[in-house]
Protein backbone atom coordinates (compact mmCIF):
# COMPACT_ATOMS: atom_id res chain seq x y z
CA UNK A 1 0.00 0.00 0.00
CA UNK A 2 3.30 2.56 0.92
CA UNK A 3 4.49 1.33 -2.26
CA UNK A 4 1.36 1.90 -4.56
CA UNK A 5 0.92 5.73 -2.14
CA UNK A 6 4.29 6.74 -3.93
CA UNK A 7 4.05 5.27 -7.48
CA UNK A 8 2.57 8.41 -8.88
CA UNK A 9 5.45 10.49 -7.48
CA UNK A 10 7.18 11.33 -4.36
CA UNK A 11 5.27 12.05 -0.99
CA UNK A 12 5.73 13.10 2.51
CA UNK A 13 5.00 11.23 5.84
CA UNK A 14 1.52 12.53 6.33
CA UNK A 15 0.86 12.53 2.70
CA UNK A 16 1.25 9.00 2.33
CA UNK A 17 -1.51 8.24 5.27
CA UNK A 18 -3.87 10.10 3.76
CA UNK A 19 -3.04 8.52 0.44
CA UNK A 20 -3.22 5.17 1.75
CA UNK A 21 -6.42 5.97 3.20
CA UNK A 22 -7.95 7.30 0.29
CA UNK A 23 -6.71 3.72 -2.05
CA UNK A 24 -8.15 1.68 0.28
CA UNK A 25 -11.58 3.17 0.18
CA UNK A 26 -10.82 4.40 3.94
CA UNK A 27 -10.65 1.09 5.41
CA UNK A 28 -7.07 1.17 6.44
CA UNK A 29 -5.82 4.02 8.40
CA UNK A 30 -1.96 4.02 8.75
CA UNK A 31 -0.68 5.04 12.46
CA UNK A 32 2.57 6.96 12.63
CA UNK A 33 4.14 4.69 14.46
CA UNK A 34 3.22 1.92 11.84
CA UNK A 35 4.10 3.77 8.83
CA UNK A 36 7.34 5.39 9.72
CA UNK A 37 8.81 1.42 10.67
CA UNK A 38 7.63 0.41 7.37
CA UNK A 39 9.62 3.02 5.62
CA UNK A 40 12.52 2.75 7.48
CA UNK A 41 12.23 -1.00 6.74
CA UNK A 42 11.81 -0.40 3.41
CA UNK A 43 14.83 2.14 2.55
CA UNK A 44 16.87 -0.48 4.37
CA UNK A 45 15.85 -2.78 1.24
CA UNK A 46 16.55 0.55 -0.89
CA UNK A 47 12.69 -0.10 -2.08
CA UNK A 48 11.97 3.80 -1.89
CA UNK A 49 14.84 6.58 -0.95
CA UNK A 50 14.07 9.84 -0.02
CA UNK A 51 13.47 12.27 -2.60
CA UNK A 52 13.66 15.86 -1.27
CA UNK A 53 13.46 17.41 2.24
CA UNK A 54 11.26 20.66 3.01
CA UNK A 55 11.14 22.75 5.78
CA UNK A 56 7.36 23.22 6.72
CA UNK A 57 6.41 25.87 9.37
CA UNK A 58 9.73 25.38 11.36
CA UNK A 59 9.22 21.17 10.97
CA UNK A 60 11.38 19.09 8.32
CA UNK A 61 9.09 17.51 5.99
CA UNK A 62 11.05 15.00 3.93
CA UNK A 63 9.63 13.25 0.81
CA UNK A 64 9.90 10.01 -0.67
CA UNK A 65 9.56 8.17 -3.78
CA UNK A 66 10.05 4.47 -5.38
CA UNK A 67 13.59 3.81 -6.17
CA UNK A 68 13.96 1.48 -9.72
CA UNK A 69 13.77 -1.96 -7.50
CA UNK A 70 10.65 -0.42 -5.62
CA UNK A 71 9.16 0.22 -8.83
CA UNK A 72 9.96 -3.16 -10.00
CA UNK A 73 8.76 -5.13 -6.84
CA UNK A 74 4.99 -2.81 -6.82
CA UNK A 75 4.76 -3.93 -10.86
CA UNK A 76 5.62 -7.57 -9.95
CA UNK A 77 3.07 -7.57 -7.27
CA UNK A 78 -0.08 -5.93 -9.09
CA UNK A 79 0.21 -8.40 -12.21
CA UNK A 80 0.58 -10.95 -9.54
CA UNK A 81 -2.16 -9.47 -7.70
CA UNK A 82 -4.41 -9.12 -10.91
CA UNK A 83 -3.99 -12.40 -12.33
CA UNK A 84 -5.29 -14.24 -9.21
CA UNK A 85 -7.99 -11.76 -9.73
CA UNK A 86 -8.66 -12.07 -12.90
CA UNK A 87 -8.74 -16.09 -12.17
CA UNK A 88 -11.42 -15.64 -9.52
CA UNK A 89 -13.40 -13.61 -11.56
CA UNK A 90 -12.85 -16.22 -14.66
CA UNK A 91 -14.05 -18.82 -12.52
CA UNK A 92 -17.09 -17.36 -10.85
CA UNK A 93 -17.95 -16.40 -14.40
CA UNK A 94 -17.88 -19.79 -15.27
CA UNK A 95 -19.74 -20.97 -11.55
CA UNK A 96 -22.85 -18.86 -12.77
CA UNK A 97 -23.03 -19.71 -16.23
CA UNK A 98 -23.19 -23.35 -15.27
CA UNK A 99 -25.44 -22.57 -12.44
CA UNK A 100 -27.97 -20.76 -14.84
CA UNK B 1 -1.84 26.53 22.11
CA UNK B 2 -1.46 24.95 25.14
CA UNK B 3 -3.08 22.17 23.67
CA UNK B 4 -0.62 21.60 21.04
CA UNK B 5 2.19 21.73 23.66
CA UNK B 6 0.49 19.66 25.58
CA UNK B 7 0.10 16.92 22.81
CA UNK B 8 3.23 17.46 21.22
CA UNK B 9 5.15 16.86 25.03
CA UNK B 10 3.48 13.84 24.89
CA UNK B 11 4.47 12.57 21.68
CA UNK B 12 7.77 13.56 22.53
CA UNK B 13 7.54 11.14 25.66
CA UNK B 14 6.42 8.27 23.38
CA UNK B 15 9.04 8.63 20.76
CA UNK B 16 11.56 8.24 23.63
CA UNK B 17 10.69 4.42 22.90
CA UNK B 18 12.73 3.94 19.75
CA UNK B 19 16.55 4.09 19.10
CA UNK B 20 17.98 7.26 19.30
CA UNK B 21 19.68 6.97 16.16
CA UNK B 22 16.22 6.86 14.62
CA UNK B 23 15.00 9.19 16.77
CA UNK B 24 17.69 11.77 15.52
CA UNK B 25 17.33 11.34 11.71
CA UNK B 26 13.18 10.90 12.14
CA UNK B 27 11.78 12.31 15.00
CA UNK B 28 11.16 15.44 13.89
CA UNK B 29 9.33 14.23 10.70
CA UNK B 30 7.34 11.51 12.88
CA UNK B 31 6.18 14.61 15.41
CA UNK B 32 5.29 16.17 12.39
CA UNK B 33 3.15 13.89 11.05
CA UNK B 34 1.61 12.86 14.35
CA UNK B 35 0.35 16.59 14.89
CA UNK B 36 -1.03 16.81 11.41
CA UNK B 37 -2.94 13.63 11.74
CA UNK B 38 -4.06 14.79 15.70
CA UNK B 39 -7.82 16.05 15.85
CA UNK B 40 -8.36 19.88 17.07
CA UNK B 41 -8.58 20.31 20.80
CA UNK B 42 -6.71 16.36 21.13
CA UNK B 43 -4.57 17.54 24.05
CA UNK B 44 -2.96 14.07 24.74
CA UNK B 45 -2.15 11.16 22.94
CA UNK B 46 -4.78 8.31 22.21
CA UNK B 47 -4.91 4.56 23.77
CA UNK B 48 -4.11 3.01 20.29
CA UNK B 49 -1.78 6.01 19.19
CA UNK B 50 0.19 5.33 21.75
CA UNK B 51 0.17 1.58 21.42
CA UNK B 52 1.32 1.87 18.05
CA UNK B 53 4.25 4.20 18.86
CA UNK B 54 5.49 1.98 22.01
CA UNK B 55 4.90 -1.35 19.73
CA UNK B 56 6.86 0.18 16.98
CA UNK B 57 9.78 1.86 19.49
CA UNK B 58 10.17 -1.61 20.75
CA UNK B 59 10.36 -3.31 17.47
CA UNK B 60 12.91 -0.86 15.99
CA UNK B 61 15.12 -1.29 18.92
CA UNK B 62 14.81 -5.56 19.02
CA UNK B 63 14.66 -6.30 15.33
CA UNK B 64 17.51 -7.04 13.97
CA UNK B 65 19.30 -4.89 11.58
CA UNK B 66 21.07 -7.67 9.63
CA UNK B 67 20.51 -6.97 5.90
CA UNK B 68 18.14 -9.37 4.03
CA UNK B 69 21.36 -10.87 2.01
CA UNK B 70 23.01 -11.99 5.28
CA UNK B 71 20.36 -15.00 5.65
CA UNK B 72 22.40 -17.49 7.66
CA UNK B 73 23.26 -14.20 10.17
CA UNK B 74 19.67 -13.21 10.34
CA UNK B 75 18.35 -17.15 10.70
CA UNK B 76 20.78 -17.28 13.53
CA UNK B 77 19.57 -13.76 14.98
CA UNK B 78 16.05 -15.23 14.56
CA UNK B 79 17.02 -18.18 17.07
CA UNK B 80 18.93 -16.20 19.70
CA UNK B 81 15.22 -14.25 19.80
CA UNK B 82 14.01 -17.70 20.18
CA UNK B 83 16.35 -19.05 23.15
CA UNK B 84 15.56 -16.06 25.24
CA UNK B 85 11.84 -16.74 24.96
CA UNK B 86 12.75 -20.35 25.96
CA UNK B 87 14.80 -19.27 28.61
CA UNK B 88 12.04 -16.79 29.68
CA UNK B 89 9.45 -20.36 29.81
CA UNK B 90 12.30 -21.52 32.54
CA UNK B 91 12.06 -18.26 34.53
CA UNK B 92 7.80 -18.83 34.34
CA UNK B 93 8.53 -22.17 36.06
CA UNK B 94 10.80 -21.45 38.55
CA UNK B 95 8.77 -18.54 39.88
CA UNK B 96 5.79 -21.01 39.83
CA UNK B 97 7.40 -23.81 41.45
CA UNK B 98 8.29 -21.23 44.41
CA UNK B 99 5.96 -23.04 46.85
CA UNK B 100 7.18 -26.44 46.06
CA UNK B 101 10.55 -24.90 46.82
CA UNK B 102 9.70 -23.67 50.14
CA UNK B 103 7.66 -26.83 51.07
CA UNK B 104 11.30 -28.77 49.96
CA UNK B 105 13.37 -26.94 52.04
CA UNK B 106 11.08 -26.88 55.31
CA UNK B 107 11.73 -30.87 54.83
CA UNK B 108 15.81 -30.77 54.13
CA UNK B 109 16.09 -28.28 56.69
CA UNK B 110 13.98 -29.42 59.28
CA UNK B 111 16.74 -29.44 62.05
CA UNK B 112 17.17 -25.59 61.41
CA UNK B 113 14.67 -23.08 62.98
CA UNK B 114 11.72 -21.78 60.91
CA UNK B 115 14.06 -18.02 60.71
CA UNK B 116 16.81 -20.14 59.17
CA UNK B 117 14.40 -22.11 56.73
CA UNK B 118 13.31 -18.28 55.83
CA UNK B 119 16.54 -17.41 55.17
CA UNK B 120 17.65 -19.77 53.00
CA UNK B 121 14.43 -19.67 50.82
CA UNK B 122 15.57 -15.80 50.00
CA UNK B 123 18.93 -16.85 49.48
CA UNK B 124 18.51 -19.99 47.41
CA UNK B 125 15.27 -18.06 45.22
CA UNK B 126 16.67 -15.07 44.71
CA UNK B 127 20.02 -16.65 43.62
CA UNK B 128 17.77 -18.98 41.51
CA UNK B 129 15.80 -15.86 39.61
CA UNK B 130 19.42 -14.31 39.14
CA UNK B 131 20.68 -17.34 37.43
CA UNK B 132 18.04 -17.47 35.18
CA UNK B 133 18.04 -14.06 34.12
CA UNK B 134 21.44 -14.31 32.91
CA UNK B 135 20.74 -16.34 30.09
CA UNK B 136 17.86 -14.23 29.21
CA UNK B 137 19.98 -11.21 29.13
CA UNK B 138 22.96 -13.31 27.57
CA UNK B 139 21.09 -14.37 24.66
CA UNK B 140 19.62 -10.81 23.78
CA UNK B 141 22.54 -9.19 24.43
CA UNK B 142 24.12 -11.56 21.89
CA UNK B 143 21.10 -11.01 19.27
CA UNK B 144 21.89 -7.48 19.31
CA UNK B 145 25.22 -7.06 19.23
CA UNK B 146 25.71 -10.01 16.50
CA UNK B 147 22.51 -8.18 14.43
CA UNK B 148 24.84 -5.12 14.49
CA UNK B 149 28.04 -6.98 12.91
CA UNK B 150 29.97 -7.57 15.91
CA UNK B 151 32.62 -10.18 15.54
CA UNK B 152 33.45 -10.68 18.95
CA UNK B 153 29.99 -11.73 19.79
CA UNK B 154 30.32 -14.50 17.14
CA UNK B 155 33.06 -15.61 19.31
CA UNK B 156 31.80 -15.19 22.39
CA UNK B 157 28.61 -16.75 21.17
CA UNK B 158 30.80 -20.04 20.65
CA UNK B 159 32.57 -19.83 23.96
CA UNK B 160 28.95 -19.09 25.66
CA UNK B 161 28.04 -22.02 23.98
CA UNK B 162 31.14 -24.40 25.05
CA UNK B 163 30.32 -23.30 28.56
CA UNK B 164 26.40 -24.18 28.13
CA UNK B 165 27.22 -27.82 26.95
CA UNK B 166 29.30 -28.18 29.91
CA UNK B 167 26.78 -27.06 32.09
CA UNK B 168 24.18 -29.10 30.42
CA UNK B 169 25.50 -32.54 31.02
CA UNK B 170 24.89 -31.96 35.20
CA UNK B 171 21.06 -31.34 34.25
CA UNK B 172 21.39 -34.80 33.81
CA UNK B 173 21.72 -36.63 37.96
CA UNK B 174 23.54 -39.76 36.65
CA UNK B 175 25.96 -37.40 34.77
CA UNK B 176 29.46 -38.11 35.64
CA UNK B 177 30.13 -34.53 35.36
CA UNK B 178 27.24 -34.10 37.47
CA UNK B 179 28.39 -31.95 40.54
CA UNK B 180 25.08 -31.08 42.17
CA UNK B 181 24.50 -32.45 45.47
CA UNK B 182 20.55 -31.12 45.09
CA UNK B 183 18.70 -31.91 41.74
CA UNK B 184 18.49 -29.39 40.02
CA UNK B 185 15.43 -27.31 40.81
CA UNK B 186 13.50 -27.66 37.52
CA UNK B 187 14.20 -31.18 37.25
CA UNK B 188 12.75 -32.08 40.31
CA UNK B 189 10.29 -29.73 40.26
CA UNK B 190 9.32 -29.88 36.67
CA UNK B 191 10.50 -33.09 35.50
CA UNK B 192 9.31 -33.12 32.02
CA UNK B 193 9.47 -29.31 31.05
CA UNK B 194 12.54 -28.94 33.49
CA UNK B 195 14.38 -31.47 30.94
CA UNK B 196 12.97 -30.26 27.95
CA UNK B 197 14.06 -26.37 28.56
CA UNK B 198 17.60 -26.65 28.99
CA UNK B 199 17.70 -29.00 26.14
CA UNK B 200 15.84 -27.12 23.47
CA UNK B 201 18.42 -23.93 23.94
CA UNK B 202 21.32 -26.19 23.79
CA UNK B 203 19.85 -26.94 20.47
CA UNK B 204 18.88 -23.49 19.24
CA UNK B 205 22.67 -22.39 20.79
CA UNK B 206 24.00 -25.73 18.72
CA UNK B 207 22.31 -24.07 15.28
CA UNK B 208 23.29 -20.69 16.15
CA UNK B 209 27.18 -21.18 16.05
CA UNK B 210 26.86 -23.47 12.88
CA UNK B 211 25.27 -21.05 11.23
CA UNK B 212 27.27 -18.21 12.83
CA UNK B 213 30.18 -20.16 10.94
CA UNK B 214 28.78 -20.46 7.83
CA UNK B 215 31.01 -19.29 5.12
CA UNK B 216 27.81 -17.35 3.92
CA UNK B 217 28.13 -15.37 7.58
CA UNK B 218 31.82 -15.21 7.57
CA UNK B 219 31.62 -13.28 4.56
CA UNK B 220 29.04 -10.42 6.26
CA UNK B 221 31.37 -10.11 9.31
CA UNK B 222 33.95 -7.60 9.25
CA UNK B 223 37.85 -8.03 9.81
CA UNK B 224 38.90 -6.62 12.81
CA UNK B 225 40.00 -3.58 11.83
CA UNK B 226 38.56 -3.18 9.06
CA UNK B 227 37.01 0.12 8.91
CA UNK B 228 32.92 0.13 9.28
CA UNK B 229 31.50 1.16 5.70
CA UNK B 230 27.79 0.93 5.69
CA UNK B 231 25.20 0.16 9.20
CA UNK B 232 25.42 -3.28 10.89
CA UNK B 233 28.18 -4.28 8.17
CA UNK B 234 29.72 -7.41 10.57
CA UNK B 235 27.58 -9.79 11.98
CA UNK B 236 28.91 -11.28 15.29
CA UNK B 237 27.92 -14.52 16.68
CA UNK B 238 25.00 -15.52 19.51
CA UNK B 239 25.48 -16.19 23.17
CA UNK B 240 24.41 -18.64 24.23
CA UNK B 241 22.46 -18.61 27.77
CA UNK B 242 21.10 -21.89 27.08
CA UNK B 243 22.43 -24.17 30.00
CA UNK B 244 22.40 -21.49 32.17
CA UNK B 245 19.48 -22.44 34.46
CA UNK B 246 20.70 -26.12 34.10
CA UNK B 247 22.50 -27.00 36.54
CA UNK B 248 21.08 -25.41 39.72
CA UNK B 249 22.27 -26.07 43.60
CA UNK B 250 20.91 -24.76 45.98
Not at chain 2, 43 to 52: M, N, V, W
Not at chain 2, 238 to 246: D, E, G, L, Y
Amino acid sequence: MILTALASGGQHGYGIITDVQEISGGQIRLRPGTLYTALDRLRADELIAVDREEIVDGRLRRYYRLTPAGTKLLAAEAARLQAHASAALARLNLAGGAAT
Amino acid sequence: MTDQANLERGYRRLLAWYPRAFRRENGQEILAVLMACAPDGQRRPGLAESADLIRSGLWMRLRPSVPRSARTVRAAVKLMYAGAAVSTVNLIILLAVIGDIKAYHAILGYHLTAAQVSHLNTLAITMEIVLDLVPIALWLWMARETGQGRNWARSLSTVLFGLATLSLTSVFPQSVINISFVPTVHISFVPVLGAIVPVLTWLAGLAVVWLLWRPASTAFFKPPGVTHAGHSAQPPSPPRSSSSWVPRQL
